[in-house]
Each structure stands twice: as structure tokens, then as C-alpha cells.
T-cell receptor, first 116, second 115 residues
Framework: EAEVAQSPRYKITEKSQAVAFWCDPI?????LYWYRQILGQGPELLVQ????????DSQLPKDRFSAERLKGVDSTLKIQPAELGDSAMYLC??????????????FGSGTRLTVV | AQSVSQHNHHVILSEAASLELGCNYS??????LFWYVQYPGQHLQLLLK??????LVKGIKGFEAEFIKSKFSFNLRKPSVQWSDTAEYFC?????????????FGTGTLLAVQP
């Protein structure tokens, strides 16, 4: 079964340092999502890509977070500088569908970030 | 704005007991509804989904959910739980035909099944 690959699985970083996460979606999936899941809460969308374009980044803290999907395949989410409140699980998901249609989402295993 | 409420934060059941987890959503338009499960140390997996048609949806592992439009609800049920059902369960919704496929998640329900 095809999977969404994420790395690293765990990351510990010091406050004010830069950190980056990588996601490789299922081959052929046009849409890629980054979600953040704070302990005790449900995942919240940070950014959505359709191919290489950002469709929704309304919840992305743009002063410190950035995301790119340059060739419309894999994606990188960066935080600079990291803050204590950024400690969370960062989930990547991909979907075959494009905007306006609905298909199933496949989630990766996530990157658990701890900021100390 | 869309929102999802899961009223049960923690549920503890004995094996063979019946399960019902509540989910209510807030949105004025047509929605797609989902239940996801996250087993300890694993990624989110889709249990079942509702797009249209029969409001009683059957998913994997004996789970089912009923969409009641008048109540804005999509409760998850299982007649007899097993120890292996111990996990966190998330209800999610997105706007059908919307410009994005953004999922709005509830806060989750942690289910512990005692053998």
C-alpha cells in the first residue's frame, strides 16, 4: 500500500533555532497538506498545495513558518525561529483530488517536534 | 466558519461493550464527513466517510456511523468493542464542492478498552 513519507520522525530543537520537515506524498497525488496537531487537540491545517501552488495558507504563521513544493511533488515545511509553542506533531497528507472534488486523504506518520 | 465538536474526550469501556462517540458539526452548506482513528504510535487512518446517499455508513473493523442532517450529527458506533480498538478517534468535516479540500477536525476522543 502506498504511503506518505515524512522525515524526520522525531526532532528536538532549541528555541530560536531553525527546523525543517520533509514530506513525500503518494505518487500522482496533486494535493498536499501540512497539518499541525498539538497534544490533546485535533489536527489543524497549516497549508495546502495543489501541485506547486499554495491553495490555502490562512492558518500558517507566516512570520516564522514557510512551506514550499517547488516541483509539485515533495514538500518542505520550515520554522525559523522555533518557539516553545511550536512543539507539536506535524502531519503531512496527500490526496488524489484537486480543489472542488473530494477523495480520500492519506496521512503520513508525522514528525514530532519538541522545542526546548 | 466550520467547526466540529466531539463531546466525549475520554471513554473507558470493557470488551464487548457497545460504543457510541458523538460528533456534531457546524456548517450551513453541504458537507462531507469522516471518522479517522489513530492507534498508539501510528498515523491517522480513515475509518469511514460520508459523501451522499445512505446516511448509515459502514466502515472498516465493524464501525459504522449515521449522518443525521437535522441534528448536524455524525455519531460513530460499534456494537461490540475489542481491546484492539483502543485508540484516539477524530471526527472531521469538509465543505462539499468547496474550493479547497480542507478538513476540519474535532478535538478527538480517547478510547480505552479494558480486557
Amino acid at each position: 500500500e502506498a504511503e506518505v513519507a515524512q522525515s524526520p520522525r522525531y526532532k528536538i530543537t532549541e528555541k530560536s533555532q531553525a527546523v525543517a520537515f520533509w514530506c513525500d506524498p503518494i505518487s500522482g497525488h496533486a494535493t498536499l497538506y501540512w497539518y499541525r496537531q498539538i497534544l490533546g487537540q485535533g489536527p489543524e491545517l497549516l497549508v495546502q498545495f495543489q501541485d506547486e501552488s499554495v491553495v490555502d495558507d490562512s492558518q500558517l504563521p507566516k512570520d516564522r513558518f514557510s512551506a514550499e513544493r517547488l516541483k509539485g511533488v515533495d514538500s518542505t515545511l520550515k520554522i525559523q525561529p522555533a518557539e516553545l509553542g511550536d512543539s507539536a506533531m506535524y502531519l503531512c497528507a496527500s490526496s488524489l483530488g484537486r480543489g472542488g472534488t473530494t477523495y480520500g486523504y492519506t496521512f503520513g506518520s508525522g514528525t514530532r517536534l519538541t522545542v526546548v | 466558519a466550520q467547526s466540529v465538536s466531539q463531546h466525549n474526550h475520554h471513554v473507558i469501556l470493557s470488551e464487548a461493550a457497545s460504543l457510541e462517540l458523538g460528533c456534531n458539526y457546524s456548517y450551513g452548506g453541504t458537507v462531507n464527513l469522516f471518522w479517522y482513528v489513530q492507534y498508539p504510535g501510528q498515523h491517522l487512518q480513515l475509518l469511514l466517510k460520508y459523501f451522499s446517499g445512505d446516511p448509515l455508513v459502514k466502515g472498516i473493523k465493524g464501525f459504522e456511523a449515521e449522518f443525521i442532517k437535522s441534528k448536524f450529527s455524525f455519531n460513530l458506533r460499534k456494537p461490540s468493542v475489542q481491546w484492539s480498538d483502543t485508540a484516539e478517534y477524530f471526527c472531521a468535516v469538509n465543505a462539499a464542492g468547496g474550493a479547497t479540500n480542507k478538513l476540519i477536525f474535532g478535538t478527538g476522543t480517547l478510547l480505552a478498552v479494558q480486557p
